[in-house]
């Protein structure tokens, strides 16, 4: 990514209504209200803190986030627990977490072997029974035809599909990678030892929420 795409996504995501439902997708299909509220919640690529502030606000304590991004760190709020960390090296000891989760996040990793190397740092730091989730931009016709809109000349109709297809632009070979290699994804989770408890979608979106079994 550019050195430019902090401060163009920090202004993209200003929209709060539309990145809320996108951090309510996730947390829903984590089942979270059936949690014990002294649940360890870690979420990777965790931006500005929304989720971490949805989460406390609906009563639990030990709520954690790591971005790499100091840029994007300075605008959680301060009563926030995040930290400035690499997802391929996480920053806390093993059997620490209840839930892991990523909203967004692993098609900024540049390959298979990237992708391998944060599942098992997932895994090391997820107690053995412990949820991982993630919610990913997905192969799909609403998704392909969005795109090719924002990428059209009619991007230039708001500030906000300006904002998007810069993005878009600087990722490409990202969402590229990400997106021809979710099969080989799912894949690589369950030889790790993560086992599948539901996919979901939505037009633009594929969800899946694992658990993990260690010692198998």
Not at 59 to 75: E, H, Q, R, T
Not at 139 to 168: D, E
Not at 173 to 202: A, C, D
């Amino acid at each position: 990514m550019s050195a430019d795409w902090n401060s163009i996504f920090i202004e993209y995501s200003a929209d709060k209504k539309k990145k809320l439902k996108r951090d309510l997708a996730i947390i829903d299909a984590l089942d979270v209200t059936g949690q014990n509220k002294s649940a360890n919640i870690l979420e990777l690529f965790c931006g500005k803190g929304e989720c971490q502030e949805l989460l406390q606000g609906m009563g639990f304590a030990g709520v954690y986030g790591l971005d790499i991004s100091k840029a994007l760190l300075g605008y959680v709020k301060q009563n926030v627990n995040v930290q400035a960390c690499d997802s391929l090296n996480i920053c806390y000891k093993s059997d620490t977490f209840d839930i892991v989760f990523i909203n967004e996040g692993l098609h900024h990793l540049h390959d298979m072997f990237e992708i391998e190397r944060c599942f098992m740092e997932v895994k090391r730091v997820l107690k053995n029974g412990g949820l991982f989730a993630f919610y990913e931009p997905d192969h799909t016709l609403a998704r392909s035809l969005a795109s090719a809109l924002v990428l059209s000349p009619l991007s230039f109709v708001s500030r906000r599909t300006r904002l998007l297809k810069s993005i878009l632009l600087d990722e490409m070979q990202e969402y590229r990678f990400w997106l021809s290699h979710i099969p080989e994804v799912l894949q690589l989770m369950r030889g790790i030892g993560f086992h599948i408890n539901k996919q979901f979608k939505t037009p633009i979106h594929t969800g899946v929420v694992t658990h993990i079994r260690k010692g198998q």
